[in-house]
């Protein structure tokens, strides 16, 4: 770790874009090999994708759903935004493989070999972390959710809006490992007017005029649950899901769980980039923060053929406004409901797997899944619709066809 004077960091974004990352500039240590080879492979991957959808450089967008080998629905080439399939998510612990893929840019295309992560601001000393010396301070490993705040967008009851159509697999689980920020804000030595924290990555669209994805989390949060994380699923984060530094946010839209992380600007307000003051907003003009109780079924899969008589539905259900409390199931399109079972132990951040036996008679036949949250918040129906497509809960459901 270095220290450094307290210094006079951006107050605005087009500050820090006139200042560039130069993440080069403290020295070693380096990635190592494990590293290297992860993002390399990820790197790889992504241009096989790019590849398998026959699209040039310059295209934005994939005409229709693909799939990859692994499973993966590509909703974007380049980009790479592509969504768990559902039949992934019926495991607690989501693989790297199978883990949804969001970004506004795509990996930074250039990634230095000395990974560091400075600390600057209001502060009152300019700090600078080594990915060895964030490694070194012992981490915490803990299970997280992560759901794209625009998951569901894609089957909005709405006439037209921008962004990735997403269906229901943009969430995920990991084990991640990391070091709380408080820890490395202490080093730092906060002051009173450190109120809110800028995340900045070396991300950054292909073309000028496009702002960088610039986003900040309040202090409360983190001097709370925030932490720093280098290993998903005890292996080194792949390139494209954040490594090797990215912030995890428990309970928020994973906007909020900057990747790639180099810089933390301790800073008196909010920060005024783009992507908080204007995007990520819902119809009423207020932030998008929390994950809404929710719940997913991974098992039937829509229009799936079963056998008349009993079966095992599976599924899993979280909410970033407390562990789940009750998932209830129907198989009679919301007449009546039952109770389902809840696998395992709630785990503050990460969501709650659920199982429930049922009877279905033949003919057609549509499951639903409602979950309640430890708050007593319910998910609806129908979610109300908002122009940005945001935070849509409506209760997923599942024609299936019984012989």
């Not at 180099?262 to 204007?278: C, G, I, L, Q, R």
């Amino acid at each position: 770790m270095r220290d450094g004077t307290h210094g006079g960091a951006p107050r605005t974004t087009s500050a820090l874009a006139s200042h560039p990352v130069d993440v080069r500039s403290d020295g070693p240590p380096v990635l190592g090999r494990r590293e290297l080879i992860a993002a390399g492979m990820m790197a790889a991957g992504a241009l096989a994708t790019r590849r398998l959808v026959g699209q040039s450089a310059g295209a934005t967008r994939a005409p229709d759903a693909v799939r990859t080998a692994s499973g993966l629905v590509i909703r974007n080439a380049r980009p790479l935004d592509a969504e768990a399939p559902l039949s992934a998510l019926a495991t607690f612990e989501t693989s790297p493989e199978d883990f949804f893929v969001r970004s506004h840019f795509g990996p930074p295309t250039q990634l230095p070999l000395a990974w560091t992560l400075a600390i600057d601001g209001q502060v009152q000393r300019r700090v600078t972390f080594t990915l060895d010396e964030i490694r070194k301070m012992g981490g915490q490993t803990r299970p997280v959710t992560l759901e794209c705040a625009g998951n569901g967008r894609g089957v909005f009851r709405l006439p037209k809006t921008s962004g990735v159509q997403w269906e229901y697999g943009a969430v995920s689980t990991a084990t991640w490992t990391g070091v709380p920020l408080s820890a490395l804000l202490e080093r730092a030595g906060l002051t009173e007017r450190a109120r809110h924290f800028w995340m900045e990555a070396p991300d950054q669209a292909p073309g000028g005029g496009v702002p960088k994805f610039l986003r900040s989390i309040p202090r409360d949060v983190a001097l709370g649950e925030a932490f720093v994380a280098y290993a998903m699923n005890g292996r080194p984060i792949p390139l494209l899901h954040g490594g090797p530094l990215r912030l995890i946010v428990p309970g928020w839209f994973g906007m909020a769980s900057t990747k790639w992380l180099t810089h933390v600007h301790a800073m008196p307000e909010e920060s005024d980039n783009f992507f908080m003051a204007k995007g990520y907003r819902y119809a009423d003009g207020s932030a998008v923060t929390k994950m809404r109780p929710k719940s997913v079924i991974a098992a039937p899969l829509a229009n799936q053929r079963v056998s008349a008589g009993s079966f095992t539905v599976h599924g899993q259900a979280w909410s970033g406004g407390g562990s789940v409390r009750v998932v209830d199931v129907s198989v009679d399109g919301g007449r009546t409901w039952r109770a389902a079972r809840l696998v395992g132990t709630a785990q503050p951040g990460a969501w709650r797997t659920w199982e429930a036996d049922v009877v279905v008679h033949s003919g057609p036949a549509v499951i639903m899944a409602r979950a309640t949250d430890g708050t007593g918040a319910v998910q609806p129906m129908q979610a109300a619709a908002n122009p940005g497509g945001y935070g849509n809960n409506s209760i997923h459901q599942v024609p299936i066809h019984v012989a």
